[in-house]
């Protein structure tokens, strides 16, 4: 659950967005801007958050009142193993040091919901289980406590977003999902499913990330959100959906390698956080993805 320090919203002074290469962080960048929000934008080319000197150098570069929102990792696309485990958790230990150095005025964590317990079938809320299916999630949550940590003893406030799978313009690791559908139905005329593709999730517009990432820093809030927007649809009804759209499009099954699981979430934190928010609908979104994604 979130709590806010500010009941209405207040710019911060400026948004230091680390991950500057990565899939959310354009759209962070671009809603800020539009909003007349001061943006510095970090990626790995600038620091190399892995790098001994990092938290040395982060700190350099931050103030006082500067709000934080980290959304840089290596995702699974980059490995899934106790390599890239471990570089995940080196750049959250340069930040940590960063955020001892400079104590920001603010920080946002980007997570993920794959840190919940991936063997609970009934609605996920914010107060679920942790228990994550594999490194990749369990990172995420030894990122958690370090900067629940870190923040804690700088007196740094910290506010945790955990979005579902996102989706959208800009995706950089062609994930499984609407992202891969559209573009394999665009160069093959065809979306292959993992099984008959029953698996049902929630499925998350990138602009919609970013804007409850967003609504925290202007809340300054504090605590656990998870971005979960709309209702879990299954894979097959979200490639049946592009294919409709593209037309033309075969949509096959291939023999299911593991058994099928469901992901629900109860929204209702998230509309109580922030009433006047309205998520993007998946056939909007779905339509949005097709026609950036053919140059239209």
């Known amino acids: 659950m979130l709590v806010h320090k500010h009941s209405t919203p207040l710019k911060p002074a400026r948004v230091v967005i680390l991950g500057a290469g990565g899939f959310l ?16 934008a970090i990626g790995s080319r600038e620091i190399d958050l892995t790098a001994a000197d990092a938290g040395e150098r982060l700190a350099a570069e931050l103030r006082p009142d500067d709000a934080v929102i980290m959304a840089a990792a290596l995702t699974p696309d980059k490995g899934r193993d106790i390599a890239t485990l471990m570089k995940n958790l080196r750049m959250a230990e340069s930040v940590c040091a960063a955020i001892g150095r400079s104590k920001p005025a603010h920080f946002v964590y980007i997570s993920s919901d794959g840190v919940y317990d991936a063997r609970f079938s009934s609605l ?28 804690r003893a700088a007196a740094v406030p910290l506010g945790i977003v955990r979005p579902c799978a996102i989706y959208g313009p800009g995706d ?26 029953e698996e049902c999730r929630h499925h998350v517009h990138v602009t919609d990330a970013a804007k409850i990432s ?9 605590g656990v959100i998870n971005a979960a927007t709309g209702e879990a649809v299954s ?8 294919a409709a759209v593209i037309g033309n499009v075969a949509v096959e099954k291939t023999p299911r390698a593991n058994p099928v699981t469901h992901r629900h979430f ?13 998520a993007t609908s ?13 140059g239209l």
């Open 124 to 151: 996920l809320t914010e107060e679920s289980t942790c228990e994550p299916a594999d490194l990749y999630c369990l990172m995420h949550i030894a990122r958690e406590r370090m900067l629940e940590q870190s923040c």
């Open 214 to 222: 967003i609504l925290c820093l202007l809340h300054g809030s504090t």
């Open 172 to 197: 950089t690791h062609n994930s499984y999902g609407p992202n891969r559908f559209v573009r394999t139905a665009l160069k093959d005329g065809k979306i292959t499913l993992f099984g008959g593709g």
């Open 282 to 294: 998946l056939d909007d979104g779905l339509a949005q993805a097709i026609e950036r994604s053919q």
């Open 266 to 278: 109860d929204s209702s934190a998230l509309a109580l956080a922030f009433p006047s928010f309205r």
């Open 25 to 40: 962080s354009p759209e962070l960048t671009r809603l800020l801007a539009a909003d007349g929000v001061p943006t510095r």
């Open 235 to 242: 894979f097959r009804e979200v490639a049946e959906k592009i």
